[in-house]
């Protein structure tokens, strides 16, 4: 069932970029203030999820990158009285 709307979605994407595609070629004929306002604003939008993308990926990173901690044991936290 997952794999049907994997593969709905799939086809809504190559569907919305094909028309996206035949948009931006005739928007190189004529700018129009509206037209690049709505590009900028699709900028931004983009900009917006990239940057926390960024930030988890470099998080991940540096967990990969970092000594790993010292497992506690149930026995050492009855020892140290935890």
Known sequence: M??????????????????????IGDV??????????FLG???VIIV???VPALILLGCM????????MKKVTAESS???GQ
């Not at 709905?8 to 996206?20: E, K, M, Q, R």
């Not at 967990?63 to 790993?68: D, I, N, V, Y």
């Open 2 to 23: 997952k794999e049907k709307y994997l593969n709905c979605s799939l086809l809504v994407v190559v569907a919305t970029g094909t028309a996206f595609a035949a948009f």
């Open 28 to 37: 190189s004929r004529g700018v129009e203030p509206l037209q690049t306002i």
């Open 41 to 43: 604003f699709v900028a």
């Open 48 to 50: 917006f999820q990239v």
């Open 61 to 68: 990173i540096k967990a990969l990158l970092s000594k790993p």
């Open 78 to 80: 009855a020892k140290t």
